[in-house]
């Protein structure tokens, strides 16, 4: 075993990579198996839907372990963790248009809404993006370039707490308005949709969705991983040191810009990624994904986890977005009072989130 | 007594003369409108219009309306009800002829008669008649009735109607085949400061190859004299008319920032929920709109007194109970205070959609609102805007004398420069944050009384505003009014003048983006306070 090897096994217990590996084989076993192989009438056979969902909540997931990463463990609360969501499925959502080719409704080279604004080629900023590694890594430059640039200017002038999260609220803010322009060549309030294929494979067949749900587990699980190697650093203990007292953690001679940066363009490109993973399985991307409200929910999914703790993220995640998807459905007028509700509870009595409801828990059976 | 008898044989007269229509058009010309060709009958239209007869009107209305038959093709007769009148004369005629046949009234004769019947109405004595022929008149004018318009415009008093008139001849003039008539009539232009000026002199101006639509080079130049002389009238209409848009606007993010200086600038309450005050204020007025309406319809001119108030009181209640029961747990905590004030405006949200629907409920202005002042042409105030400005600058005073001249505002200031010295002293902190918090509140609620009067009142309301108050609070500084009024105003025309250079949304970034480079430069807003209260 190498010093990295030996490294990555050192970030969890034993129980923890186990725990780790049964999610690991449920996702990449049990679920394409009960998904493809058993038919559909059958007892442990999972629908499509519930493929497409599972895959959906991981990418949420993802954003959930970034915001952790800044938020919990940093203590810098963002706002605009959507913006990069969207800005990576937008980056991919280029790609996937490229991909329609002539099967639009007018047939043309263009996507759809670029012959209706009588557009005769691609703008510059379309250019490559029909090679998917092209488009692969403008997913992780344009909300890593974004979020380098508006991290740099802030932190350096000391800008933090409430007045960053408000700064950050009108910078995605101001993205979606942006974004709802027609002129601005993504479609305009309508965005991308109709996507046809991914690689050259179509992209509504089960055999896709499951393709794109594992590679998302993939990606949760490497995310996961990464995230934990930061925080169990040393890198990670300064963040921890600036989120409690960054004061004293300049007094001691660091430089807390250089490690804000780090982590928020870092925990950026988390987003973006999450977001070119989420734009093929649910077949659009539109600025409403940028709407202020919509960033401020990631944070919720955080403190209903437990600030602090990865997992509680990852758990936060699941837990609030599987309730939205029942609430929706089952009774949509109520789903604003639950969230509101979960907003005050959660800050007022669970300030560790579900995490720390069951670690005192457990503390009180010991 | 002489006098006296011949006044009354004259009344006589009149009497007569208008119990029998008696009239006399040239017959020829008459039956040329009813019967000719097309030129021929376009051609008549206007002589007739030119011979301003009393029966000219009559006849056309009578063409119009399909009430005219032409007896044997030689006699025009008006026929109402089986009783006939002959158009040339005015005499009844009795019986009715059996020849009768119906006139050619194509889409030309249509618009040449609708054309001079707006001319003929231009010598009407109503203002508003006038008015409405003169918009009517617009293209249709021709040069046939140049002298009927001349006319009017000498005995024309009304500097509005004489303005458009005027356009109209010069539009006509502009036609003609005499280069004279023509350049009079572009000099005559350069008094005008209507935006379709432009478009005529621009008209005369345009190329086709190498052929000027105006042949004439002298008139070319003439015209662009006055193009450039009513363009820079136009453009400094247009400069005024922006400056007051952004004040309005200026005004109303005013507004809706001053509860939010209280709560956020001077209690350091992050509150997101700041939006849905306002939108339960705006509610509030709705309520108390439909409640005149319902029980005292003759005083529904005057409901916005009492929803003031309402609107006032019932957000800083909101308020009010939203910090006991939530916010002041989360005192020192801004992060979380920010999350959880963000579920309450959720919860707000869903709670009118529930109460009230999902669509946008109608508060209507009262009359003394509706309409606006002309300061110019192309200028106008509305009054509900004007208004707005005017009570934004009253809650301002109030509120600057409740800070600086009344115990709650001695006490609230002592509390948030120093808690701890102020409960010593026997400050009651706890109701002092209650009732700054339900101030703040309460001025939200104003602020959603206004907006009420001049946009749409839904759920929704709350969640425009609120990204753009906070600007106003971080661009104008934490803890001071005086910020907060410079960072409103200068928001508001600066999104406005941006607005007509670049587009609204384009301004908004424009807008958004200076702030984040601001707030570089200066972190704690415009006006930083200094020394050790800078770090509260």
């Known amino acids: 075993m190498g010093p990295l090897a030996s490294g990555i096994g050192k970030l969890y217990g034993v129980r923890g990579w186990v725990a780790l590996g049964a999610c690991a084989v449920i996702l990449f076993l049990l679920f394409p198996l009960a998904n493809l192989a058993l038919p559909k009438g059958s007892l442990f056979y999972i629908s499509d839907y519930t493929i497409a969902l599972t895959g959906k909540i991981m990418c949420y997931a993802i954003v959930a372990v970034a915001m952790d990463l800044i938020w919990g463990y940093t203590g810098i609360l963002s706002l605009g963790h959507g913006l990069f969501f969207a800005l990576g499925g937008y980056a991919m959502g280029m790609y996937l248009m490229r991909m329609i080719g002539r099967e639009g409704q007018y047939q043309s080279d263009l996507p759809d809404f670029m012959v209706f604004l009588n557009w005769k080629a691609y703008p510059w900023y379309w250019s490559f993006t029909d090679h998917f590694w092209y488009a692969a890594l403008l997913v992780v430059l344009v909300p890593g370039l974004l979020a380098f640039v508006f991290g740099f200017f802030a932190f350096r002038s000391r800008i933090k707490g409430v007045y960053f999260s408000i700064i950050t609220q009108a910078l995605t803010f101001a993205f979606m308005l942006l974004f709802f322009r027609n002129d601005t060549g993504f479609g305009g309030n309508n965005g991308f949709t109709d996507f046809k294929r991914i690689l050259g494979f179509p992209i509504a067949t089960s055999e896709t969705r499951m393709a794109l749900m594992v590679a998302t587990g993939a990606a949760l699980i490497l995310t996961l991983l990464f995230a934990r190697a930061i925080v169990a650093s040393k890198l990670g203990r300064v963040l921890t040191a600036i989120r409690d007292a960054e004061s004293r953690v300049m007094f001691s001679g660091y430089n807390p810009v250089h490690y804000k940066l780090f982590i928020w363009t870092a925990s950026a490109v988390i987003c973006g990624i999450a977001g070119a993973l989420y734009v093929p399985q649910v077949g659009i991307i539109n600025p409403s994904e940028m709407s202020p409200a919509n960033s401020i929910e990631i944070a919720i999914w955080v403190a209903v986890g437990g600030r602090g703790s990865l997992v509680g993220a990852i758990l936060g995640a699941g837990l609030v977005n599987g309730a939205k998807s029942l609430l929706t459905v089952a009774f949509p007028e109520y789903w604003l009072f639950f969230l509101g509700l979960l907003f005050i509870l959660v800050t007022l009595f669970l300030p560790q989130g579900v995490i720390g409801l069951l670690k005192s828990s457990r503390e009180k059976r010991a | ?536």
């Not at chain 2, 004439?216 to 209409?237: F, G, H, N």
């Not at chain 2, 005083?299 to 916005?304: A, K, N, R, S, V």
Request: glycine share 10%; net charge neutral.
């Open chain 2, 1 to 536: 007594m002489f006098l006296k008898k011949i006044a009354q044989a004259l009344g006589l007269a009149a009497f007569l003369c208008c119990t029998h229509p008696a009239w006399a058009l040239p017959a020829d010309l008459v039956l040329a409108v009813a019967a000719g060709e097309s030129d021929e009958q376009v051609a008549a239209v206007a002589k007739l219009v030119a011979s301003g007869d009393a029966g000219v009107e009559t006849y056309f209305q009578a063409l119009l309306d399909g009430e005219v038959q032409v007896a044997g093709g030689k006699r025009v007769l008006i026929v109402k009800d089986s009783r006939a009148v002959d158009a040339a004369s005015g005499d009844k005629v009795d019986p009715l002829p059996a020849d009768l046949d119906d006139p050619i009234v194509n889409n030309r004769l249509r618009g040449a008669l609708e054309g001079a019947r707006s001319a003929l109405k231009l010598n009407s004595p109503d203002r508003a008649e006038r008015l409405a022929a003169v918009k009517a008149l617009g293209d249709g004018a021709r040069e046939e009735m140049l002298p009927l318009i001349a006319k009017a415009l000498a005995a024309e008093t009304d500097p509005q109607i004489r303005q458009s008139l005027t356009l109209v001849q010069a539009s006509v003039q502009l036609k003609s085949a005499d280069a004279a008539v023509r350049m009079a009539a572009v000099k005559a232009l350069a008094q005008s400061d209507n935006p379709n000026t432009k478009m005529l002199l621009l008209g005369l101006l345009e190329t086709k190859g190498e052929d000027y639509a105006e042949p004439d080079a002298a008139v070319r130049a003439e015209a662009r004299d006055t193009l450039k002389a009513v363009q820079s009238r136009l453009s400094s209409a247009d400069r005024i008319n922006q400056v007051f848009t952004g004040v309005s606007l200026g005004s109303i993010l005013l507004l809706a920032a001053l509860g939010l200086a209280i709560t956020y600038g001077l209690m350091g309450v992050i509150n997101m929920a700041h939006g849905e005050l306002i939108m339960i204020g705006a509610y509030g007025t709705y309520l108390v709109q439909n409640l005149f309406r319902a029980q005292a319809p003759g005083l529904f001119d005057w409901y916005l007194l009492a929803a003031v108030p309402a609107a006032f009181f019932s957000s800083a209640l909101v308020g009010m109970a939203l910090e006991r029961s939530v916010i002041r747990f989360l005192y020192g905590r801004p992060l979380e205070t920010l999350l959880a004030t963000w579920g309450i405006s959720l919860i707000l949200i869903q709670t009118m959609r529930t109460l009230f629907g999902a669509q946008n409920v109608q508060v209507e202005n009262p009359v003394w609102m509706s309409g606006g002042v002309e300061i110019m042409a192309n200028v106008v105030f509305p009054w509900n805007r004007a208004v707005i400005i005017g009570f934004a600058l009253a809650v301002l005073l109030l509120m600057w004398f409740l800070l600086a001249r009344t115990r709650l505002g001695l006490f609230l200031r002592a509390v948030t420069q120093n808690r701890g010295m102020a409960s010593c002293v026997g400050v009651p902190t706890a109701r002092v944050d209650t009732l700054a918090f339900g101030l703040g509140s309460g001025i939200a609620g104003l602020a959603g009384c206004a907006l009420s009067q001049i946009g749409n009142v839904g759920p929704d309301l709350g969640q425009s505003y609120i990204v753009d108050s906070f600007m106003v609070v971080v661009l104008g500084g934490v803890g001071q009014l005086a910020g907060t009024v410079y960072a409103a105003l200068g928001l508001g025309m600066a999104n406005k003048f941006l607005e007509a250079w670049s587009g609204a949304v384009l301004a908004k970034i424009a807008i958004l983006a200076f702030i984040i480079v601001f707030i570089q430069k200066r972190p704690q807003g415009l006006f930083a306070l200094k020394g050790r209260m800078a770090e509260g």
